[in-house]
């Protein structure tokens, strides 16, 4: 309830300070151009997902916890590590430059809702 009162007190500072905790490539200039009924946010910053949702974990306490916790149509069960998720995402990411792929090209995914899917748009986005 605190968190919900304060982000609604104050909007831009709020999402501002949990920005913060995002690993930025470049930090943001602006944190809300607001032109109803249109919202930029963090304009000028720029961040990877990737980088933010592995790499800032694997020097972490949760390395080793569940980072993607699948079961299939036919029960099968998959758990997969933050660190297990880095890895396969880095291998992916090395097979598609070594196809040739670079930073600008389209990437076109075709896949269920497997592990997978996830490892190839994480992928992508390095």
């Known amino acids: ?16 300070e949990q920005a913060e905790n995002l690993v930025w490539n470049r930090h943001w200039n602006k944190t809300l151009e607001w032109n109803p009924p ?20 694997i020097n972490s306490e949760i390395k080793n916890k569940a980072a993607i916790i699948w079961e299939g149509e036919n029960g099968e069960n998959i758990t997969i590590t933050y660190y297990q ?13 070594n196809l040739g792929v670079r930073k600008g090209d389209r990437v076109t995914i075709y896949l269920p809702m497997v592990p997978e899917l996830p490892i190839a748009i994480l992928a992508c986005s390095r």
């Open 85 to 97: 998720l880095y890895q396969k995402v880095n291998q992916f990411s090395n097979a598609l430059q």
């Open 1 to 16: 309830q605190a968190k919900r009162a304060q982000s609604l007190q104050n909007i831009e500072t709020f999402w501002a």
């Open 38 to 57: 249109f919202a930029k946010w963090f304009t000028g910053g720029l961040l990877n997902a990737s980088i933010n949702c592995l790499d800032k974990h």
